[in-house]
């Protein structure tokens, strides 16, 4: 992946982030080429192929947390190249989750420096539930906020109705609710009862 791909594929991930917010990106990945940090501890290529290994990598994880969390915590994580907390692609569940539970830039950058972010293998994409147990376990995020989202509220499905003429559609459940058709002339008379009564309310 050459950086031009990389913009654009950035862009439609997080359509908010500008030039300069992924050229912070394009900046680390240089830099980690320089330092011979390569993808997965191997050299398999030129610092150019190298640089492009490090694209692929730190897309698949934008498009990982993409999955996993809102749009709002996707920009946060791609725009925090800007506050010189470029990540690893094994760190960006992890700091997902920490954006998700009001963790802002500031304390993420000392996680980082105080090496509470470190992952086991720094380029392989953690599943989020691994990243939410690792950031509780570590103080980061409340215990309690392992149990969000495993209750979800029961949901009824309800048959869809067809809408009416004025866009709206009866909460009407056959076999749920209980309701009789009114004969046309009778339903008519209703219909004028409800007008009237209205009226006079006014």
């Known amino acids: 992946m050459d950086y031009e791909v990389f913009c654009a594929a950035v862009r439609r991930l997080s359509p908010v982030q500008d030039e300069e917010a992924i050229r912070c990106w394009?900046?680390?990945?240089?830099?980690?080429?320089?330092?011979?940090?390569?993808?997965?501890?191997?050299?398999?290529?030129?610092?150019?192929?190298?640089?492009?290994?490090?694209?692929?990598?730190l897309h698949a994880g934008f498009c990982a947390v993409k999955e996993s969390f809102s749009q709002?915590?996707?920009?946060?994580?791609?725009?925090?190249?800007?506050?010189?907390?470029?990540?690893?692609?094994?760190?960006?569940?992890?700091?997902?989750?920490?954006l998700e539970n009001g963790v802002n830039a500031r304390q993420?950058?000392?996680?980082?420096?105080?090496?509470?972010?470190?992952?086991?293998?720094?380029?392989?994409?953690?599943?989020?539930?691994?990243?939410?147990?690792q950031m509780a376990d570590r103080g980061i995020i409340p215990k309690s906020a392992l149990e969000r989202g495993k209750e979800k509220p029961h949901r009824t499905e309800h048959p869809k109705t067809a809408p009416r003429k004025n866009g709206r559609s009866l909460a009407l459940v056959p076999g749920?609710?209980?309701?009789?058709?009114?004969?046309?002339?009778?339903?008519?008379k209703e219909a004028g009862k409800e007008t009237e009564a209205e009226e006079i309310e006014r």
């Open 176 to 188: 749920a609710d209980r309701f009789h058709r009114l004969p046309e002339p009778q339903a008519e």
């Open 108 to 133: 993420i950058q000392v996680l980082m420096e105080t090496g509470f972010l470190g992952a086991d293998d720094p380029f392989s994409l953690m599943p989020r539930a691994e990243a939410e147990r």
């Open 26 to 57: 394009k900046v680390f990945v240089d830099e980690c080429v320089e330092h011979e940090q390569f993808v997965g501890f191997e050299v398999t290529g030129d610092a150019h192929s190298e640089a492009g290994r490090w694209l692929e990598a």
């Open 72 to 98: 709002e915590v996707t920009d946060a994580l791609i725009g925090l190249g800007r506050e010189s907390c470029c990540l690893y692609p094994g760190e960006m569940m992890q700091v997902a989750v920490c």
